[in-house]
């Protein structure tokens, strides 16, 4: 089909590598897009985590992962009080407590738990968000975030190509796990439509360097799929930024067209009819046949656990125990 005919520019989204199934597990770390693609692997029952929330620059990011991989806890020198709870400098918002010595005990266990996935060869999806970064003055040391502290307190700059590449260049020396990076299509505007290509543009150039170094590191063009395929507002989301459901939806169909062999994918369109299932509502009530419709979506799920043990489904036959007891 041409191009004319068409009405848009496809993007090549072919990756080289061995296929993700439901015995990976997955570690999604970066962007509030990585998070996005995080829920699509959630929903369809593959094991996964997120140990430090969303962090938009490339460096806290791989400061963490150094840290895991050679034991460095984090310490209370390194969280901020900001009014009655603690955080910490280098994760998001979701990390937070009244108490300095649970939330040191929480964000050090993630860290545990990284370093152990990693030893498993779990697979990493990172997504760089920006790479404008924040130091703190006090010691010239880059947040993940500034918590609201007043701006007088950093100072900011944006990345050199140098310094993201030297940075995953000493993890990836070290780990042979497969490494999918992609570069946030949220476009920071606050920055302004200039200085936000050229942030995006050093994360390219970054991310392009490290696939060439690399064979177990991979780009997956998430970015162009929105902003080259798409192309277009309706893909976006109310506030012209963040892309919309449809956009995610499609870009997740797009990178599971890459990464999942032919018996993982019709897994998925199993786990997706029982998701479908759980969520129908009887229009007459408990009659019998939603009575056996609901007892025969329960004996899916029990012939589906054996494909899927890395997952928990307690939570959906407990729901449905509850129908059925009624």
Request: hydrophobic share 35%; proline share 2%.
């Amino acid at each position: 089909m041409t191009t004319l005919n068409n009405f848009r520019t496809q993007v090549n989204t072919s990756i080289s590598i061995n296929k993700i199934s439901h015995a990976n597990h997955i570690v999604f770390m970066g962007s509030c897009f990585s998070d996005s693609m995080m829920k699509y692997f959630s929903n369809f029952c593959f094991s996964v985590s997120s140990p430090y929330g969303t962090i938009y620059n490339p460096i806290t990011l791989s400061q963490n992962i150094k840290r895991a991989m050679t034991e460095n806890m984090f310490s209370e020198s390194e969280l901020l009080q900001n009014e009655e709870f603690f955080l910490s400098w280098f994760h998001s918002g979701k990390y937070f407590n009244k108490s300095k010595d649970l939330l040191l005990n929480t964000i050090n266990q993630q860290q545990v738990k990284l370093a152990e996935l990693i030893k498993k060869n779990a697979k990493l999806f990172v997504t760089f968000g920006t790479s404008k970064v924040y130091e703190f003055l006090e010691n010239n040391q880059i947040v993940a975030n500034c918590h609201k502290q007043p701006n007088s307190k950093f100072k900011n700059r944006r990345l050199e190509i140098s310094e993201i590449v030297k940075s995953w260049r000493s993890i990836l020396n070290q780990i042979n796990n497969t490494v999918i990076f992609t570069i946030s299509p949220v476009r920071h505007l606050k920055d302004g439509f200039i200085d936000n290509n050229k942030s995006k543009a050093t994360l390219f150039l970054a991310i392009d360097q490290l696939c060439k170094e690399f064979d177990h590191v991979h780009y997956f063009p998430s970015f162009e799929i929105l902003i080259d395929e798409l192309r277009d507002y309706r893909f976006y989301a109310s506030d012209w930024i963040h892309p919309s459901n449809e956009a995610t939806d499609y870009i997740w169909n797009k990178l599971s067209e890459q990464i999942f062999s032919k018996d993982t994918s019709l897994l998925i369109k199993k786990i997706e009819k029982i998701r479908n299932d759980l969520s129908h509502q009887p229009k007459f009530g408990m009659t019998k046949a939603y009575i056996n419709f609901i007892s025969e979506t329960l004996e899916k799920i029990n012939n589906i656990k054996n494909q899927t043990k890395n997952y928990d489904w307690s939570n959906e036959i407990s729901q449905i125990n509850a129908i059925l007891n009624k």
